[in-house]
């Protein structure tokens, strides 16, 4: 069960990234962060964190 929670946590970072990251470039309508240039910027950041969490879970996961 090693690296299960990285890996999920990952995985949600990652999605989460890349809906504010289009909510930042306003292609989702109705929100807030719609056309925000911040959301565009941290948007891919949590992305890019959330893909170094999937890499250490994966990692971990294979040592067993």
Same mark, same amino acid.
């Given at each position: 069960?090693?690296?299960? !929670? *990285? &890996? *999920? #946590?990952? #995985?949600?970072? /990652?999605?989460? +990234?890349?809906? =504010?990251?289009?909510?930042?470039?306003?292609?989702?309508?109705? @929100? /807030?962060? *719609?056309?925000? *240039? !911040?959301?565009?910027? &941290? +948007?891919?950041?949590?992305? !890019?964190? +959330?893909? /170094?969490?999937? =890499? =250490?879970? #994966?990692? @971990?996961?294979?040592? &067993?």
């Amino acid at each position: 069960m090693r690296g299960w !929670l *990285t &890996l *999920t #946590l990952g #995985l949600l970072a /990652v999605v989460i +990234g890349a809906v =504010w990251t289009v909510q930042g470039l306003g292609y989702v309508d109705g @929100s /807030v962060m *719609t056309d925000q *240039t !911040l959301w565009v910027v &941290l +948007g891919p950041v949590v992305a !890019l964190a +959330g893909l /170094v969490a999937l =890499w =250490w879970g #994966l990692r @971990s996961r294979r040592r &067993l």
